[in-house]
């Protein structure tokens, strides 16, 4: 049977991450190891998309790289992983497509990713339309999703005006400002899931200086199917108040520290309905908490605080990169987006909670349950050597009868009490 370290973590926690970091600081040579990087980007791999095999990666024993030098290629690498679309079963109804620097709207278009529209997110421009983008779209072939009372099947639910491959029926979303477009996410979400609010909302930052605290709440939403409406720091726009309303006395939780929503503004919403935050003291922490919360009472969200799962990891500087990430937590890794700081080292707090993470098993690795964890972008943004780490934090680990010292799953030794 499957074991957890959590109960065994404070005796093995020590050795563990003096052995990482050793591993760290010598160069971690597993990303070298003849471990080849098949970059996708912008304007490159069209012909493999068209042949629907444009998943490009570069792994690890217990890690999957998206390895595109920009957000389009891994946004688009990411959907064409999740929906191969190499016949009708496994092609997407419809696409979510949003502006290339727009993360507001990534997050408000994210709950679209939830089932049972489960659409995955491109991005493209009001001009121009990226060339990955546009081959990810002829891979997908989306067959167009069913709206109740409508006789159009769009395939494609747009932001704003942005450009798509020509005659391609789609939805364009209010993008006057992103308040109105989360509200008006949010309305067309509940007429596609029978006509009921949800019972839970997400509320977060528009604050462009403080958005890194915001990007978890988008797979979070496509886990959850829960919409997500942006406040600022002590005022609610009139468009998130009216969405709100629309719920009628839902559990609004909030996804950010103080800084970024306040104490006050938490006082507002509570005569909207129940309110929780869920936060951590800086951007990597706080996609710690959002992925180990859990609501008590109705078991809403990831709580995630045992080992057997998928991850999404991201550099926090790159945003953009959450389009892909939502994608991956709703289709493939089924887990929440975690962020670091660094391209070379792994932040603290993220390094302890996979460390909390680690399965373990006494006699037959075959009996443990595993971690996988996807990983978003090139060598620039994540590089080989923090990857190999992420591979060691991973890994599943051996334990011996008490007294006695076992071998780890990287080969090195753990005592355990």
């Known amino acids: 049977m499957p074991l957890s370290l959590r109960h065994r973590r404070r005796s093995i926690a020590a050795t563990l991450f003096t052995l990482l970091a050793a591993t760290a600081l010598s160069g971690c040579t597993l990303g070298d190891q003849g471990l080849q990087s098949t970059s996708l980007k912008s304007g490159e791999g069209v012909e493999d998309f068209s042949r629907g095999s444009g998943s490009p990666a570069l792994t690890t024993r217990n890690t999957i790289r998206i390895p595109g030098a920009d957000p389009a290629a891994n946004a688009a690498a990411a959907a ?3 929906y191969p679309s190499s016949s009708a079963f496994t092609r997407p109804t419809a696409v979510s497509v949003v502006g290339e620097d727009d993360w507001r709207a990534a997050i408000a278009m994210s709950v679209l990713s939830a089932p049972p529209v489960n659409a995955p997110m491109l991005l493209s421009g009001p001009d121009e339309l990226p060339d990955v983008t546009e081959s990810a779209m002829t891979a997908l072939n989306p067959s167009g999703v069913v709206i109740p009372g409508q006789t159009l099947h769009p395939k494609a639910f747009t932001a704003g005006t942005l450009k798509l491959p020509e005659r391609t029926a789609r939805v364009n979303l209010v ?24 019972d839970e909302v997400i509320v977060t930052t528009a604050d462009p200086n403080l958005k890194r605290y915001a990007l978890p709440a988008g797979p979070l939403a496509a886990n959850t199917g829960s919409p997500v409406f942006f406040v600022n720091k002590d005022t609610v726009p009139l468009a998130t108040l009216r969405a709100i309303k629309d719920h009628k006395k839902p559990a609004i939780y909030v996804v950010g520290p103080k800084q970024a929503v306040s104490d006050q503004l938490l006082t507002v919403l509570r005569k909207y309905g129940t309110v929780r935050r869920i936060a951590g003291p800086d951007p990597t922490d706080n996609a710690v908490q959002v992925a180990t919360f859990s609501d008590p009472a109705t078991t809403w969200g990831w709580g995630i605080t045992d080992p057997g799962h998928g991850f999404v990891i991201m ?4 945003e953009m990169n959450v389009v ?28 302890n909670y996979l460390l909390d993470e680690q399965s373990a098993y006494i006699d037959n690795p075959a009996s443990a349950v ?28 051996k334990l011996a009868p008490q007294g006695e010292t076992a071998a780890t799953g990287d080969g090195a030794t753990a005592p355990v009490p």
């Open 315 to 318: 550099n926090s500087h790159n």
């Open 370 to 397: 595993y971690n996988r964890a996807w990983l978003l972008g090139d060598e620039a943004q994540l590089s080989p050597g923090i990857q190999a780490t992420f591979d060691k934090l991973l890994a599943v680990t």
């Open 175 to 198: 993008d006057d400002n992103y308040e109105n477009l989360s509200l008006a996410v949010d309305r067309l979400w509940t007429r596609m899931t029978g006509g009921k609010p949800s």
């Open 80 to 82: 064409i992983t999740v």
């Open 324 to 351: 892909a990430a939502t994608t991956l937590s709703s289709g493939a890794a089924y887990g929440p987006l975690l962020l670091n700081s660094n391209p070379n080292v792994v932040d603290r707090s993220l390094r």
